[in-house]
């Protein structure tokens, strides 16, 4: 079982690659799709991660695939500039799932 990586740039590419995480470059929403259909297809992809700024392109078809799927796990990741997501978005995130407000 290994990891994968989808990123929209080649600096987590890079960086994810020196960890030892194989993974591939793509922009574009069609691209991305048929990416992360054959991460999908590989039985051998336990984990896959991906950029927040790859999973915003199509965040349906990623919210699809992960409730229909129970592997590969799927990992958004921030950026290198940080997270997109605002400071209180796990609190948010449990509030709305359960309605325990914490």
């Not at 290994?2 to 600096?11: A, E, F, M, R």
């Not at 922009?27 to 991305?32: A, K, L, N, T």
């Not at 919210?63 to 950026?79: G, M, R, S, W, Y």
């Amino acid at each position: 079982m290994k990891y994968y990586l989808l990123s929209d740039n080649i600096d987590t590419q890079i960086g994810m690659r020196l960890a030892g995480v194989e993974g591939i470059v793509v922009h574009e929403p069609d691209e991305f799709k048929q990416a992360f259909d054959q991460a999908l297809a590989d039985k051998d992809i336990a984990i896959l991660l991906i950029t927040e700024k790859l999973v915003n392109l199509c965040p349906e078809y990623v919210a699809q695939q992960k409730t229909n799927n129970k592997i590969p796990l799927i990992v958004e990741l921030p950026d290198r500039h940080g997270s997109k997501r605002p400071d209180d978005y796990i609190l948010n995130y449990v509030r709305d799932a359960i309605g325990v407000r914490l």
